[in-house]
């Protein structure tokens, strides 16, 4: 068991887009960062880079939560939306792949993560990381919706489970980042139409400059983490913030 730190964060896919630019500001603002990815290029001081693949549940599931702090954050950002094509013409490891990284990756780093600090005091939050694509059904997307859908239900889960154990030192949220200018989005932009009916909205939307930066949501994401007692719902978005 790590030293005891005032503030710690793990942060999965911290080497890029919206756990990257989180990253980088819980650093200036004091915590203590463990990045979970599969690449790195950050070196900063009270940052801790682990090299992990998230599609690999056997490599996810032997993690351990080591370090503790009085405040510890579990951030499961890291996500792909996968192939996009309507079903039929998705490649079945794809779906598996997707489901792996998006969903089930996460659900064994809250419950290891629960299991770990479970009986110790301090401030303990899981921020998930969902997309407005687990409420509503986009073609060519069906597994990434329902990947982000399934997270979101399981968030409420754990929140409700959390709140019958009278663990009110607990704050679980699972937050819609928005349409960012990520890598994910220009994998989306790059579809053709066959592949996907909605892609000039997507292309309209960065021509329009209507894109958040990772920078932007990264910003919003810290005002939750902040003052997590002020969102009471566990499913939200930035836009509501």
């Keep these: 068991m790590g030293a005891q730190q005032n503030k710690v964060a793990y942060i999965t896919g911290s080497s890029k887009g919206i756990g990257r630019a989180l990253t980088e500001l819980l650093l200036k603002e004091g915590y203590e960062v463990i990045g979970l990815s599969r690449s790195n290029d950050l ?10 693949d998230l599609s690999d549940i056997t490599e996810v599931s032997t993690f351990q939560f080591e370090k503790g702090a009085e405040n510890v954050l579990l951030v499961n950002n890291a996500g792909l939306v996968g192939d996009i ?30 299991k770990r600090f479970k009986n110790e005091k301090g401030s303990f939050h899981v921020l998930n990381i969902s997309s407005g694509a687990g409420k509503s059904a986009i073609d060519s997307w069906a597994t990434y919706c329902a990947s982000k859908a399934a997270l979101d239900l399981f968030s409420e889960t754990m929140s409700s489970e959390l ?13 819609a980042p928005g349409v960012v200018d990520t890598n ?22 960065k021509t329009n400059n209507e894109l958040f930066t990772a920078e932007m949501v990264a910003n919003k994401l810290y005002q939750l983490i902040k003052n997590p007692e002020k969102f009471p719902e566990t499913l939200i978005s930035v836009r509501d913030f």
């Design 43 to 52: 070196e900063a001081d009270k940052y801790q880079h682990i090299s992990i």
């Design 85 to 114: 094509n309507p079903l039929g013409s998705v490649k079945n490891v794809d779906i598996q792949k997707v489901m792996n990284v998006n969903t089930i990756a996460p659900q064994i780093l809250c419950n290891n993560f629960i």
């Design 184 to 205: 994910m989005q220009e994998q989306i932009r790059s579809s053709s139409e066959e592949e996907f009916n909605r892609v000039q909205y997507f292309k309209d939307l």
């Design 163 to 175: 709140e019958w154990a009278q663990a009110t030192n607990w704050h679980v949220h699972s937050c």
